[in-house]
Structures are given as C-alpha cells and as structure tokens.
T-cell receptor, first 110, second 118 residues
Framework: GQNIDQPTEMTATEGAIVQINCTYQ??????LFWYQQHAGEAPTFLSY??LDGLEEKGRFSSFLSRSKGYSYLLLKELQMKDSASYLC???????????WGAGTKLIIKP | GAGVSQSPSNKVTEKGKDVELRCDPI?????LYWYRQSLGQGLEFLIY????????KSGLPSDRFSAERTGGSVSTLTIQRTQQEDSAVYLC????????????????FGPGTRLLVL
C-alpha cells in the first residue's frame, strides 16, 4: 500500500532548531517534496529531494534516505512566521502523482 | 497573473444545490490537479489532468463530482446535489509537465475555494 506518516503537531521555541520527520511507503518512489502551509492559505513549495542526503536552502534543509523511506525537514533559527503546517509528499514513479501526508502543525513559542 | 487563480474564493450554498468551481492554471503548465482539504486535514487528491490525455479520476469521492478542462487550460470542478460533508477547501494546482519526476514537477497551488454547504 501507499502511506505517508508525519507527526501531527510539534512545538518549538523561537531561535531554536526543529526537525520534522516523514516516513513513506509507496509502490514506486521518485522523489520527496516538502510544502509549507500557513493557516487559511494554500501550500507553497519548500524543497524537493530525489537523491540521498541533505539539501540546504537558507534556514531550511531537507534530508532523504531512499533505502529507509525516510525524510526530514530541518528548520534553524526559528522565527514566529515559521508557525505553519509542513506537508510531506512522496512522488510516485509510476504516474508522478504526489501522495500527501496529513501535515505537521508547527507551533513556535517566544 | 503569474500564479494559479481560483474562483470563487468563498462559496456558501444550500444542501442539494449544484456548484461550479473554477481554476486558471499557470500559463504553459500542462498538468492540473484538484484537491480537497478539510479543516486541519491533509490534502485529498480528487482528479488529475495531463495535456490531452484522459484524466485520472481515481480520487473523486462519488459520481456527484466531475471536472472538465477545456482547451488544456481552465478547469471547472462541478459538485452536484451538494451535501454538508462536501464542505471543505478545494485547491487547484498546476505543474509544468507531470510526465517526469524532478523539480519541474513542483505543484503550484491556487488560493483555494472555501465551500460551505448549509
């Protein structure tokens, strides 16, 4: 079957670092997307990993391990504006459609 | 505009009425997706269009839901005989090809239509 798991909610402190994990099981896998969604808004693209390893983009980094079916999104120097839901999505290599996780709601406290 | 646009932004309707939701994808994007998102939930795939190919309708929850994409651009999602459980945000997204994996498959989302069925 196809399944994406990520924590429902996480809390972190402004200025700190937080890691949001995502595990996936798909019938065929091509790559892994992370999206950010602020309350009441549409999701916006953050990152895409197709190779194993860490990809850094400013304060945000994303990691992928294809053999373990595992990814994480690392957010550094947290700011209040980072409070949002973070959606993990696995891209199928059969039809290139995305299988979406339910999202992790990240709450940043001062 | 440069992004995906959707209309209306909000729609309130009575149970049993039909509604039409519109999506204008990014110009040149051949792939178009419709999703549904209930409050606090993840994205539920509804339907996928790729160029002139037959759409993937595997996510449509019932035969009350249908969608068209005319001229490979604008898409309309129609919900007939709406029910209260249809209340959700309906999101449209487009991508450049939808044929091969890679960053070009990044889906760009519209602002959504918030549907409330009374």
């Amino acid at each position: 079957g196809q399944n994406i798991d990520q924590p429902t909610e996480m809390t972190a402190t402004e200025g700190a670092i937080v890691q949001i994990n995502c595990t996936y099981q798909t019938s065929g896998f091509n790559g892994l997307f992370w999206y950010q969604q602020h309350a009441g808004e549409a999701p916006t693209f953050l990152s895409y990993n197709v190779l194993d390893g860490l990809e850094e983009k400013g304060r945000f980094s994303s990691f992928l391990s294809r053999s373990k079916g595992y990814s994480y999104l690392l957010l550094k120097e947290l700011q209040m504006k980072d409070s949002a839901s973070y959606l993990c999505a696995a891209e199928s290599n059969s039809n290139y459609q995305l299988i979406w996780g339910a999202g992790t709601k990240l709450i940043i406290k001062p | 505009g440069a992004g995906v646009s959707q209309s209306p932004s909000n729609k309130v309707t009575e149970k049993g009425k039909d509604v039409e939701l519109r999506c204008d994808p990014i110009s040149g994007h051949t792939a178009l997706y419709w999703y549904r998102q209930s409050l606090g939930q993840g994205l539920e795939f509804l339907i996928y269009f790729q160029g002139n190919s037959a759409p993937d309708k595997s996510g449509l929850p019932s035969d009350r839901f249908s969608a068209e994409r005319t001229g490979g651009s604008v898409s309309t999602l129609t919900i007939q005989r709406t029910q209260q459980e249809d209340s959700a945000v309906y999101l449209c997204a487009s991508s450049s090809s939808g044929l091969a994996g890679g960053p070009q498959e990044t889906q760009y989302f519209g602002p959504g239509t918030r549907l409330l069925v009374l």
